[in-house]
C-alpha cells in the first residue's frame, strides 16, 4: 500500500504540484466517514502506479483549500499531468472507473 505525504499549507500544495509531472492529491476532513473509508481503497489501487506521486490535505486544516480548488464536499481526488487538472473525483467514487482512468492517464503519460 502506497503512503500519501501530508501537505499543510497551499504553498506547499501549488509546490508539490508545480514539481511533479504526476501529482496525486487526497482530499478530506477528519469527521468524514466516507474520506477514511476511501483513503485505503486509493492507496491500494495506486500501488502499480509509482510515477504518482501521492499527497493527502486535511480540509479542516488548510481551510482555504475549499477556495483554491473550488471544493465543495469531500472527499476529492484530483490528479494532475505537468500543473494542470486532468481528474476530479469527488464523494462517492467508483473504484473501478476511477483505475481505468486513472491507467489510461498514466500510460499516455509514462508509456
Known sequence: MRQFTNLESIEEIDEFI?????AFIYISRPDCSVCHGLMPQVQE????FTEIKMAHISAA????????FSIFTVPVL????NGKEYLREARIVHMDLFEDKIRKIYKNVVG
Do not use: C, K
Not at 18 to 22: A, E, F, R
Not at 45 to 48: F, H, L, S, Y
Not at 61 to 68: D, L, T
Not at 78 to 81: A, G, P
Open 18 to 22: 508545480q514539481s511533479n509531472t504526476l
Open 45 to 48: 489501487t495506486m500501488v502499480p
Open 61 to 68: 486544516e488548510v481551510e482555504e483549500i475549499a477556495g483554491h
Open 78 to 81: 484530483l490528479l494532475f499531468v
